[in-house]
């Protein structure tokens, strides 16, 4: 039995690999897949893969590129997600602000330094023609930790995954008053390239299984309804969130990839960029 660690967000998006490890589907191929969920998001796993603390992760495009840019000895496999992340913009339910343009030249909460919800921080000022030198952030590292920032009003908006935040909308926590979609594929597979030098076979056969859950993940019976219980949604969100979501079981085009590096470039969130070779890699 080959021992792999992977990681990846509590988040809805990541049910197929949960029904895999429980069905035992990588557990019959010989491998001991050990998922961990990581709420902290896509900083604490590009962190993870540094350290060696996992070997595959399922982490935002943007987050992951930027930090293969900035050393992290890992590479991009596949698209995981191909539909955009849809952030939602989020404020606390009494808060004095009212519309998107309200928040220019506030504080934004953000999981950790190089998460999603800090680099589409940028996008989305970009977006709306804000002085992205002006964005001021609070790290929270969870979403426990923005309820806590904008209630109290450490941080002014919080930008994270609109449906999983959703709940929180309908307690009158937190009030969404705008979306943002990313503008490229949300989620990616990134593997450690040590792991991917001494295990390529290993690995091929950890997507083919993925792949092959992902590509009929729409079709299980009643998957609304064990969504929805799971991730405590109303059946109504989790089925708009399904026909706005597309799984992929393909590897990233150098054409999204450049799309992405151009615009953190832009952005001054990365001073160079990488090759396809550097950043891609065949399994």
């Not at 955009?84 to 934004?108: C, M, R, Y």
């Not at 999983?164 to 989620?187: E, H, Q, S, Y």
Request: proline letters at 5%; aromatic letters at 8%.
């Amino acid at each position: 039995m080959k021992t792999i660690k992977i990681a990846g967000v509590p988040e809805h998006f990541n049910l197929p690999w949960q029904l895999c490890v429980e069905n035992g589907e990588f557990e019959n191929e010989g491998i001991d897949l050990q998922w961990t969920d990581i709420p902290e998001g896509t900083g604490k796993m590009c962190q993870m893969l540094r350290d060696g603390e996992t070997d595959i992760a399922v982490i935002l495009s943007e987050g992951i590129v930027k930090d293969i840019v900035g050393g992290n000895p890992s590479s991009i496999v596949q698209v995981y997600v191909e539909s955009p992340l849809i952030w939602g913009i989020h404020v606390a339910a009494n808060s004095k602000f009212k519309t998107l343009p309200d928040l220019e030249n506030t504080k934004a909460a953000i999981s950790r330094l190089g998460s999603g919800s800090h680099l589409m921080a940028f996008v989305n000022a970009q977006d709306n023609n804000w002085n992205t030198e002006k964005l001021e952030f609070e790290i929270v590292n969870t979403i426990d930790g923005a309820v806590e920032a904008l209630t109290s009003g450490k941080a002014d908006y919080f930008m994270w995954e609109r449906f999983m935040t959703k709940p929180l909308v309908d307690k009158g926590v937190f009030r969404r008053i705008a979306d943002c979609p990313t503008p490229w594929p949300c989620f990616v597979i990134a593997v450690r390239n040590e792991v991917l030098e001494k295990h390529p076979q290993t690995i091929s056969r950890i997507l083919e299984i993925i792949n092959a859950t992902t590509s009929e993940f729409k079709e299980i019976p009643s998957i609304d309804r064990t969504l929805a219980s799971k991730f405590d949604q109303k059946i109504e969100d989790i089925n708009e969130w399904l026909s706005l979501t597309k799984w992929s079981q393909k590897p990233l085009q150098e054409k999204v990839l450049n799309k992405i590096q151009n615009q953190l470039f832009d952005l001054k969130i990365i001073d160079k960029k990488g090759t396809f070779a550097e950043i891609v890699k065949a399994v």
